[in-house]
Antibody, heavy 120, light 107 residues
């Protein structure tokens, strides 16, 4: 059974770079679209972007200038970097596996989420 | 970006009631829509994909319908464990966008 686990600092200073890693266990990172989603406190869900196992990426235009998602297939991990953070970037960050094949589109496996606070 | 709206934003119903949540897309998204359940403090969970297909392991009281711009999630008989917020997500094009959510409570 595939499981995802986010890791990284829970506190980031304004203007610095948020860095999170998602470790995939119980299965291979090959295939699938590995995705980051965030949820500010008390608010809805925002899709940040994905990386395909081959390395191709797609980012939300609202964050594109500040986001980098990378993959390390040897470690079965993928990572998120968000630069120049502000208080608006404080959220629970989730990693998820997205399946996108004919007849099936969905994020079927999620990490538990990690809370990131932005404060000096 | 495609805008997703949901109604109602919250509802209160009794155990055993039939509950319907609707989701509308700002443009035609065929049937590329999923429904997710999020319980407090937990990650979302996929319930329905491609508008009407039940994800493995999800109780059959959940069902989805619709295509184009208008979709619905139905809980045929509300159970106490269904207390959660429900989100729709359009999977038609990028950026993927979620609806604002519907909070379901027990009366």
């Amino acid at each position: 059974q595939v499981q995802l686990q986010e890791s990284g600092p829970g506190l980031v200073k304004p203007s610095e770079t948020l860095s999170l890693t998602c470790t995939v266990s119980g299965g291979s990172i090959s295939s699938y679209y590995w995705t980051w989603i965030r949820q500010p406190p008390g608010k809805g869900l925002e899709w940040i972007g994905y990386i395909y196992y081959s390395g191709s990426t797609n980012y939300n235009p609202s964050l594109k200038s500040r986001v980098t998602i990378s993959v390390d297939t040897s470690k079965n991990q993928f990572s998120l970097k968000l630069s120049s953070v502000t208080a608006a970037d404080a959220a629970v960050y989730y990693c998820a596996r997205r399946v996108a094949v004919r007849g099936y589109y969905g994020m079927d496996v999620w990490g538990q989420g990690t809370t990131v606070t932005v404060s000096s | 970006a495609i805008q997703m709206t949901q109604s109602p934003s919250s509802l209160s119903a009794s155990v055993g009631d039939r509950v319907i949540i609707t989701c509308r897309a700002s443009q035609d998204i065929r049937n590329d829509l999923g429904w997710y359940q999020q319980k407090p403090g937990k990650a979302p969970k996929l319930l329905i994909y491609v508008a009407s297909s039940l994800q493995s392991g999800v109780p059959s009281r959940f069902s989805g319908s619709g295509s184009g711009t208008d979709f619905a999630l139905t809980i045929s008989s509300l159970q106490p464990e269904d207390i959660a917020t429900y989100f729709c997500l359009q999977d038609y094009n990028y950026p993927l966008t979620f609806g604002p959510g519907t909070k379901v409570e027990i009366k």
